[in-house]
């Protein structure tokens, strides 16, 4: 077994390696950019490495760098983790030719994975069943034009070098295909240096089914079964799960031999993923899954599958960098139960799922469930690098189960100032078509707003906050059941609202100016604004008393005048603060006691108002 590693990552798939690493007494050795220098991963390694600017082309991406790093500190092997270098043949060759070990495929079975239109051409000549389409040998505009006609749309245009659900657009109809050619062109260009197209049929009804797979030195290659990805925003995975959904045993058994007749087309050593997209229009069925891509490397959702198989994947692809046979053979290996993962994501849902960087002042996921991070309460932030913060996963021994566990997981979820997805997911996690298992790729979009977690707390969390910043400018002993309906004005978010906190239970009163109200997975602030105090209304006799006591400090309406229910008719200063006393209803203020400067006890009458229309008229 290797005695040292260099994890050439950060964040939460740096975390998880080392936590593997050290279990097996390997030691490891962290490297990091400017703003990662107080990351988690760095504290947890045992040695770091700094190896230049916060951005990822100056660092993570520098290879020379990586390998010189590893070589000062005399770590034997090199792992890559996902995204940066982890699918860079050349990369991975010059680790090889430094000697070391890396942690990872051959390079050459990550170059015949590496671009779409190759690995689909060598999968049909494994027979692999390949979503049908065109390979783009000729790419000029025309002719990728007539591919696509005869196709059928929608066709789906994908970069050969994509990766990331970038470098892919959809077309429905012919005259719409020279233009998104361009832009899918343009884009490959400057996302992946690489302009060449392929062409797909857009499959319908499409679900994401992948299969885990493991090859060693010693010729064996096995499976560790599907998981499903489907549900995706703009092509990109947000909650996993494994086994999928409605997979019956004869229709896994094709799909994950065929994942394995893939991985042996390419001498596959380690972890790797083989995605299909399946048609479910009529449910999984073998003869409607094909080959989409494989990725050459550990997958960000492979916990789901470390869940249900009860295997560690890490430890499986250090023993296998290490020269050792798979731990177990195909027959040892089975599913147990359900598993679930959540993409927890710094962005903001309400504003476009916009990045959201700053200090995590609090961040806390509870302990109910796997908890996969690279951050901890007091991180910053930093606009540099891929926003997801933690993934988040649960088990059970049904679907039902593992899928409420990460709901109440990510519902009691906090996470603040910083903005997170978490109560997005919340919602799809709580969709009925995802309840129900009967998801597809398209199923956010397709509901869009109906995701969007609520804009505001509950009537009642807003209520309970209201009263408990507030309650502390009220005398002791005053009783919220007492007659007077109470309320103030709060800042929610920075935006004004008033609040009737009469019927509040506010549990414990706030010392400070401001409370924060977590609900749902989502966090607002609650702030006393300048104006906050207590309205007293009326007993039901239109008696306004006063809640406490206090000097008169405004009387805004005389004997006579006719209000309206919530107009001001007294303002008391009580406690440094301001507190007005509203009308209760419509009516005719008939009696009025308080005056600017008098000082008033609890429960003194400061005025009466008679309803409209309770006047008796003359002659009725
Ligand atoms: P996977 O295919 O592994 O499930 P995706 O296809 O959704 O994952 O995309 C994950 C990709 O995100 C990686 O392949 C990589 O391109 C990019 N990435 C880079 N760094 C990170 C990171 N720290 N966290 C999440 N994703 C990252
Ligand atoms: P990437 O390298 O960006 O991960 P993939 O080829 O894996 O690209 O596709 C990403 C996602 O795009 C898939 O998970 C699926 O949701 C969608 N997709 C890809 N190909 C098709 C297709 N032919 N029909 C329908 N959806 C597709
Ligand atoms: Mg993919």
């Known amino acids: 077994m290797i005695d040292s590693l260099l994890i050439a990552n950060r964040g939460e798939i740096a975390c998880r390696i080392i936590r593997t690493a050290r279990a097996l007494g390997i030691r490891t050795v962290a490297v990091y950019s400017d703003a990662d220098a107080q990351a988690l991963h760095v504290r947890q390694a045992d040695e770091a490495v700094h190896i230049g600017a916060s951005p990822a082309r100056e660092s993570y991406l520098v ?272 599913i147990d139960g359900w598993a679930m993962e959540a993409r927890l994501y710094a962005e903001d849902p309400a504003k476009g799922f916009l990045p959201s960087i700053g200090r995590l002042d609090l961040f806390d996921l509870g302990d109910a469930t796997r908890v996969d991070t690279g951050v901890q309460q007091g991180a910053e932030i930093s606009p540099f690098y891929d926003p997801m913060i933690a993934k988040v996963i649960a088990w059970g021994e049904t679907r039902e189960d593992a899928r409420e566990t990460l709901a109440d997981a990510l519902d009691a979820a906090v996470v603040w100032p910083v903005r997170s997805n978490a109560g997005f997911l919340v919602e799809a996690l709580d969709h009925p078509a995802f309840v129900a298992g009967t998801l597809d790729t398209g199923l956010i979009a397709r509901e869009g707003d109906a995701l969007m977690p609520p804009v505001q707390p509950t009537e009642e969390a807003l209520i309970d906050a209201a009263a408990s910043l507030a309650m502390p400018g009220l005398v002791p002993g005053f009783r919220l059941n007492a007659s007077p309906r109470l309320s103030g004005s709060f800042l929610l978010d920075g935006e004004p609202v008033t609040i009737d906190f009469t019927d509040a239970d506010p549990g414990e009163l706030a010392e400070a100016d401001s409370v924060l109200i977590a609900e749902g997975g989502q966090v607002w602030e609650l702030r006393r604004w300048r104006a906050t105090g207590v309205a007293a ?37 009580a406690m440094k603060m301001e507190h007005s006393l509203v009308a209760p209803f419509n009516g005719v203020v008939e009696d009025l006691t308080a005056i600017v400067g008098g000082q008033v006890s609890e429960g003194a009458t400061l005025s009466r108002i008679v309803a409209s229309g309770e006047a008796p008229l003359a002659g009725e």
């Open 63 to 334: 290879g020379d760098r990586i390998i010189a790093a590893a070589r000062e500190t005399g770590a034997a092997a090199i792992h890559p983790g996902y995204g940066f270098l982890s699918e860079n043949a050349d990369f991975a060759q010059s680790v090889l030719d430094a000697g070391l070990v890396w942690v990872g495929p051959d390079p050459s079975s990550i170059r015949a994975m590496g671009l779409k239109d190759a690995a689909k051409e060598r999968m049909i000549a494994a027979g692999v069943p390949v979503t049908p389409g065109y390979l783009g040998a000729d790419q000029s505009p025309d002719r990728l034009q007539r591919e696509a006609d005869a196709i059928g749309y929608p066709v789906l245009i994908k970069a050969v070098a994509g990766g990331g659900g970038k470098g892919m657009r959809r077309v429905d109809d012919a005259a719409d295909f020279a233009d998104a050619l361009g832009s899918c062109r343009r884009e490959a260009a400057s996302s992946f240096g690489d302009d060449r197209v392929l062409i797909e049929k857009y499959i319908l009804s499409p679900r994401h089914i992948e299969v885990q797979v493991f090859g060693d030195r010693h010729g064996n290659v096995v499976h560790l079964f599907e998981r499903d990805c489907s549900l995706q925003r703009r092509h990109q995975k947000v909650i996993e799960e494994a086994p999928a959904p409605g997979m019956d045993p004869a229709t896994r058994e094709a799909v994950c031999a065929a994942a394995v007749k893939a991985a042996q087309a390419v001498d596959y050593v380690g972890a790797g993923t083989i995605e299909f997209i399946a048609d479910a229009s009529d449910g999984l069925r073998a003869d409607r899954i094909w080959f989409m891509e494989m990725n050459t490397r550990l997958q960000v959702e492979h916990p789901v599958t470390e869940e249900i198989t009860g295997q560690d994947l890490v430890e499986w692809q250090l023993r296998v960098a290490s020269g050792e046979q798979l731990p177990l053979t195909q027959t040892d290996l089975a």
């Open 537 to 573: 209304g009326a007993a039901a006799d239109g008696a306004i008393l006063s809640p406490m006591p206090g000097r008169i400090i405004a009387v805004d309406v005389s004997v006579g005048d006719s209000v309206i229910k919530g107009q001001k008719l007294v303002t008391l200063e």
